[in-house]
């Protein structure tokens, strides 16, 4: 059934500026209503009306890093039919407002989004397995409230993954009791001569976790390239580049070094 879900996301990629109704998006599936729901939630996490908006919000970043549109401009032109609730929307889900998105991101300003600290947290820890064929990779791991790498973390850390196959142990602190989803997301050479010309989006993730103060069992995240399927991201990242890459005499930097990782579909 992965194919008749690919064709629905392909579908919602082509068309998210329109007011796409779910038996569209059931069609385009060539499933019934029912059956497509059931489906499209197995397989991404979420149902096609929230994948939707994952995909306008992802589609708004990309506007702004790459268009001179304004901002009312591009919050009709993602399928909104109002400024505010875009813009709402976008803060929400990205973490900053979509002006401000644009602005620091073109300067080379956006940090690792910070998590509340809370003093009743508890620390989770596990191991996360970078794949074969990649080397050089900075991560960046948090817990969400949602299978969506959105909003702002209950905690978030950054680590550098060796050049290794082997399993990279991970403390994930303060997290509160709750339900959680840790999803990770990094930025890995290919493994061959001229790693830096391959630059490649891993993600990996958990969940649902439940954290709680008698129980934190360890985790297992295994890193890969993304999948058709897989959730859009939309909380502004920072440049996950690791230190020093780029710096080897001969090697071309990567253009626009500094600006926030961004999901290609």
Not at 30 to 55: E, M, N, Q
């Amino acid at each position: 059934m992965n194919s008749a879900v690919e064709r629905a996301i392909t579908f919602m990629f082509e068309k998210y500026s329109e007011p796409l109704s779910l038996s569209d998006v059931a069609d385009s599936a060539i499933l019934s209503r029912f059956h497509f729901c059931r489906t499209f939630r197995d397989a991404t996490g979420v149902t096609p009306r929230r994948f939707l908006s994952a995909i306008r919000i992802y589609q708004a970043k990309r506007m702004l890093l790459n268009t001179q549109l304004n901002v009312t401009d591009i919050a009709f032109a993602v399928g909104y039919n109002s400024l505010g609730s875009f813009s709402n929307h976008f803060t929400d889900s990205v973490g900053i407002s979509p002006g401000r998105f644009r602005r620091i991101s073109r300067n080379g300003g956006i940090k690792p989004p910070r998590s509340p600290r809370s003093p009743q947290g508890w620390t989770v820890t596990g191991r996360i397995l970078f794949p074969a064929g990649y080397t050089s990779a900075r991560a960046y791991l948090a817990a969400f409230d949602t299978p969506i790498v959105q909003r702002q973390p209950a905690s978030a850390v950054t680590i550098d993954l060796p050049d290794t196959n082997e399993p990279v142990s991970f403390e994930l602190p303060e997290v509160p009791t709750g339900t959680w989803f840790l999803r990770v997301v990094a930025s890995a050479d290919n493994a061959d001569p001229e790693p830096w010309t391959r630059r490649t989006l891993l993600v990996g993730g958990s969940g649902p976790v439940n954290v709680t103060a008698s129980r934190t069992l360890p985790i297992g995240i295994d890193l890969r390239p993304r999948r058709p399927t897989d959730l859009p991201i939309l909380l502004a990242l920072p440049d996950l580049e690791p230190e020093g890459h780029g710096d080897v005499a001969g090697s071309p930097r990567r253009e626009n070094s500094s600006a926030p990782l961004v999901q290609v579909p």
